[in-house]
């Protein structure tokens, strides 16, 4: 139906709509495939903003990588010793903090006395964290947890305790966060960029605030940087770009001075890539790590050390001391990124939901899909704005999600309601309207308004010759069985024009054309009703002549008659029993056309406004005059006509016999009797029926020569029964 013409329902239902919505948005947005859809959604914006400056950065990285396996000439795990000239090497460029990204748990395979080596270089250096991991571990009786620590003799002689590498996951394995430390047996383990930051700015072992002391509303900082949370023990990574943002030298390049010699170096030529005393160049020279954070880390393909972040995929992930550098510039940015609290994503999400349901109430399905538009493009345009300005990750699945649902949980629902009116109205007019009708009324919503209202329309009655007979020469199932074929019939030619059936009056039908719906050549449609119905009878009498019904059956005809005006239609009668009905005196007007047609000899007798109306939309009925008459009732005069005949099923015969025929009429209103009465005798062999019109005016005409009315007549005559 039109939103125009909808009934609004109270404002329950659609609070009760809003409610299931909101909490089934409530529930999605806890599933596993939201979140994963939320957190794709987040990656996105880092994509849209592209990569950061690190310029006037700290940190660089010291990758451990393939191409240095391969100058290096002992294959990985490499002896410690060689960790040790990088150490060495750093120390001499002036590096204050070096980070390993890489846990030494495992003796020298070489010789033990390279791990003495490597740990006298970290002693000297003073700034080195080696890695470490806590992994938790259970059974059946019991939770304990599992150190992967360095070498005793790495741990023992390091002044700075391990930091921790172990990355958290996002359920969809995207590395998106950075924790504090972790817990254990009430001591504090930090994690390695933590510990980095202290080094770098000179704070002392254990300044670090104890990790069992945390709590939301305290603050932690890591000397002059000031952490921001996003959880208990952990803050948003702000990633700066992909990879490679950060300057990164490989391992060899690093340890490749004049005391060390690379596989390339053996085989051809000396080229010291770090230290090249001769023509003073190299890293050492270039300052690269002058004052520097290294973290030193694995690219090798083989240590599998890769995961997936915002700006790295599942299928291209990111080396992992990458995210520790990522984590660890956010803090010394103070880069933060912060999240929409729960209480304020579901407030959204309640006011999305409401939005939508009651503008939907308000106006209908079809702008209710252009606001639904709207507000999905324009939340997360307003999402995307502020990660762009603020660093601020707005929820957007749980939103879209609740105004999708709103949209269709709403749409569902007038749907539902629209099919209950739908039935209603087909309940209502179904008996007496054609169903192409009914669904015409129901599609363009203009449902008749209760208690009748003024239109223009073409009103219908028909009735059986001489019925009486029939009640006295057929048992009544057979008269019943009769009449119902009959009815049938002619209300199903009535339908399939557009017609509606007003009642049943015995063997009457009573009918209109243009109403409940408008139909603008309802008069036309009433018209070729009544041909056809002339049509089906003779159909049926040849069928009931077969039947061998009596001979008063298969001789049956029916009169009708029609009459185009203003009229009143709406459903009438008391508020228990009411009946869609027509009323006015134009109604009374087409009764008058079908009990009047017997007085012309003719089975259908419509009003000059009837033909003029049907004639605007097609000539497809022959039309003759029969009179100019004033009804018994009325005092104004009307034209009436016969329906001749389909034009295109008339034969030169009919179109002959009208063509006298109106000569004579022309004659007869002239008061040339003589004349009329010879025309009328040239139409009266071509007649269709022994009882016509022709007839009848020939013997008016005779009766006007022997009583000749005033020179003024108009050419009325009056009724004088109905």
Not at 104 to 109: E, G, T, V
Request: glycine residues 8%.
């Amino acid at each position: 139906m039109k939103s125009s013409s909808r009934k609004k329902k109270g404002v329950g239902i659609y609070l009760l709509i809003a409610a299931i919505t909101f909490s089934f948005s409530f529930l999605l947005v806890l599933t596993e495939p939201v979140q994963k859809t939320e957190l794709s959604i987040r990656d996105s914006f880092f994509e849209i903003r592209g990569p950061l400056s690190v310029e006037g950065s700290p940190i660089v990285l010291v990758a451990i990588s393939d191409e240095a396996d391969e100058e290096i000439p002992e294959k990985w795990p490499w002896p410690t010793s060689v960790h040790a000239k990088l150490v060495e090497n750093l120390t001499r460029a002036g590096v204050k903090a070096i980070l390993f990204d890489v846990i030494f748990a495992n003796q020298d395979i070489y010789n033990l006395s390279n791990d003495t080596l490597f740990a006298q270089r970290i002693t000297e250096h003073g700034g080195v964290v080696l890695a470490g991991a806590l992994q938790e571990s259970s059974n059946r009786n019991s939770r304990m947890t599992v150190r992967d620590f360095p070498t005793e003799v790495l741990l023992n002689t390091n002044p700075n305790p391990v930091g921790l590498v172990q990355t958290s996951d996002h359920l969809d394995g995207f590395v998106r966060i950075y924790n504090l430390g972790q817990v254990v047996s009430d001591h504090s383990y930090y994690m390695l960029g933590l510990e980095g930051l202290r080094i770098f700015q000179d704070l002392e072992v254990g300044s670090l605030q104890n990790l069992t002391e945390v709590t939301l509303d305290s603050e932690i900082s890591v000397g002059e940087y000031k952490i921001e949370r996003d959880n208990l023990n952990s803050f948003i990574i702000n990633y700066y770009g992909p990879e490679g943002i950060f300057p990164t030298y490989n391992f060899d390049h690093v340890i490749d001075d004049p005391s060390y010699n690379t596989v390339d170096e053996d085989g051809f030529f000396e080229m010291n890539l770090f230290d090249d005393p001769l023509t003073q160049t190299g890293l050492l020279y270039d300052g690269v790590f002058k004052d520097k954070i290294v973290i030193v880390g694995s690219t090798m393909t083989t240590l599998q050390d890769f995961h997936p972040t915002p700006f790295a995929s599942a299928d291209f992930p990111r080396p992992g001391f990458e995210i520790h550098a990522h984590a660890m510039q956010t803090i010394i940015d103070g880069n933060y990124i912060s999240k929409q609290k729960s209480v304020s994503q579901l407030l959204v999400i309640l006011l999305a939901t409401l939005l939508v349901v009651f503008f939907n109430r308000g106006v209908g399905a079809g702008w209710g899909f252009a606001l639904m538009a709207v507000l999905m493009a324009g939340y997360y345009g307003l999402a995307v704005l502020l990660f762009l300005q603020n660093q601020f990750f707005l929820h957007v699945s749980g939103v879209i999600i609740s105004i999708f649902l709103s949209q269709i949980g709403t749409v569902g629902y007038e749907f539902l309601n629209e099919q209950k009116e739908k039935k209603r109205i087909k309940g209502m007019f179904s008996s007496y309207v054609s169903p192409r009708l009914v669904d015409q009324m129901i599609e363009s919503g203009e449902e008749p308004k209760l208690g009748g209202e003024d239109q223009y329309i073409t009103a219908f009655f028909s009735d059986i010759v001489s019925f009486s007979t029939f009640s006295e020469r057929l048992e009544p199932k057979q008269l019943v069985t009769l009449i119902n074929e009959y009815l049938t019939a002619m209300t199903d030619i009535i339908n399939s024009q557009g017609g509606t059936l007003d009642k049943f009056i015995g063997d009457a039908i009573v009918a209109f054309f243009g109403a409940p719906v408008p139909i603008e050549d309802h008069a036309l449609r009433a018209c070729i009703s009544s041909q056809l119905m002339e049509r089906k009878l003779a159909e049926l009498r040849t069928k009931w002549e077969k039947e061998d019904w009596p001979d008063i059956v298969w001789k049956m005809q029916h009169r009708m008659g029609m009459n185009t005006g203003d009229m009143v239609t709406g459903n009438m009668g008391s508020e228990r029993r009411f009946n869609y009905t027509m009323m006015g005196d134009n109604v009374n007007l087409a009764a008058r056309c079908e009990s009047g047609a017997k007085q012309y000899n003719v089975f259908t007798m419509v009003t000059e406004s009837t033909k003029l109306e049907a004639e605007k939309y097609g000539d497809d009925c022959l039309f003759r005059l029969l009179d100019n008459i004033v009804v018994k009732g009325r005092s104004k005069p009307v034209k009436v006509f016969e329906i001749a005949g389909l034009r295109k099923d008339a034969s030169q015969k009919l179109f002959d016999c009208i063509g006298f025929y109106e000569q004579g009429m022309e004659s007869y209103f002239n008061q040339d009797w003589d004349q009329a009465i010879k025309n009328f005798e040239q139409a009266l062999p071509l007649e269709a029926h022994l009882k016509n019109p022709s007839q009848l005016f020939i013997k008016r005409c005779n009766m006007m020569k022997e009583n000749p009315p005033a020179k003024d007549w108009d050419g009325v005559y009056i009724m004088t029964s109905k």
